[in-house]
């Protein structure tokens, strides 16, 4: 085994019945697992990974470039259609990809926005993109993009949902402005 870090989950809930009443099918989980995995890989572009599922590797990223794993995560179709984003302003900075309109989804699975480095899903992240986008995609389609927000820690709050997917920002107002900006450039 090469240099690097191995995680093995095997048998999760074998010994503690009260859990598995819980559990979906396989599929299911197996699907809320590797939506996980993805969402790590996307971040970490600069890491090598493998996903395995019932001894075959279902998924392989190497390390490589952003826009490479990015691609090999949200299709083609995003990468022939996507722009490059990376604005900064007074501690904050913008980047990543933006799927231009003409490559609109009809869900939302494909929109990942990160906080320093941490995936989350953020109202405010959220409405700030969707405003972003308001004049030039309309009705039941969403864009797709991979951004990324680097913000001073200080400015913003973590601990705001058990799971640490949702955040506050001292200055909401500046932070849903400045990515309103920097997506409608």
Do not use: W
Not at 44 to 52: E, G, I, T
Not at 87 to 95: K, P
Not at 135 to 142: K, L, S
Not at 167 to 175: E, L, P
């Amino acid at each position: 085994h090469g240099q690097g870090t191995t995680i093995d989950v095997a048998d999760l809930y074998f010994n503690t019945p009260a859990r598995r009443k819980f559990l979906r099918m396989e599929a299911t989980e197996y699907a809320h697992c590797a939506e996980t995995f993805h969402r790590i890989a996307l971040a970490r572009h600069d890491v090598a990974m493998s996903l395995r599922h019932n001894g075959r590797v279902t998924a392989h990223f190497p390390r490589g470039e952003a826009l490479a794993r990015a691609t090999a995560i949200l299709g083609d179709t995003f990468a022939q259609g996507c722009r490059p984003v990376d604005e900064s302003i007074a501690g904050l900075r913008l980047y990543g990809y933006a799927g231009d309109p003409a490559i609109g989804r009809g869900n939302r699975d494909h929109q990942f926005v990160y906080v320093n480095g941490r995936f989350v899903r953020d109202k405010l992240l959220a409405h700030a993109t969707r405003d972003a986008y308001t004049d030039v995609m309309h009705g039941d389609r969403f864009p797709a993009f991979a951004l990324f927000l680097d913000i001073d820690p200080s400015a913003v709050d973590v601990n705001v949902h058990p799971a640490k997917t949702e955040v506050r920002f001292r200055d909401s107002r500046a932070v849903h402005q400045f990515i309103v900006r920097a997506l409608s450039k």
